[in-house]
């Protein structure tokens, strides 16, 4: 299994929002194709930013996924709406080691 930590810096003040925006219209689409793991919010280092922690079998399962999510009609409707929230978006890959409680 392989981790992607995917962080959404936004709008100061905008988080509520656009998490409120995601919740209702979004994750109902994307959780069709990657596994949700977690969601938070950061209160220290970069702030305004929201975390989400996708959860993949490999790299080649979150390519197959991600081109499946992107030729979504319904997600392609959904996300010009979360585009003006955001300020920057970062991708990074995490993968487990031997003794990780999660692989």
């Excluded at 280092?45 to 975390?51: A, E, F, K, Y």
Aim: glycine residues 6%; aromatic residues 14%.
């Amino acid at each position: 299994m392989i981790l992607e930590m995917r962080t959404y810096q936004v709008q100061a003040g905008k988080a509520p929002e656009f998490l409120k925006i995601y919740q209702e219209n979004g994750l109902h689409i994307i959780t069709r194709y990657a596994n949700l793991v977690g969601c938070w919010t950061k209160e220290s280092g970069t702030l305004n930013s929201i975390v989400f922690l996708w959860g993949y079998d490999d790299f080649g399962h979150r390519s197959t996924q991600r081109s499946l999510l992107a030729a979504d009609k319904e997600w392609q409707a959904f996300v010009p709406s979360i585009l003006p929230y955001l300020v920057h978006q970062e991708s990074v890959f995490l993968n487990p080691v031997s003794f990780s409680p999660i692989k």
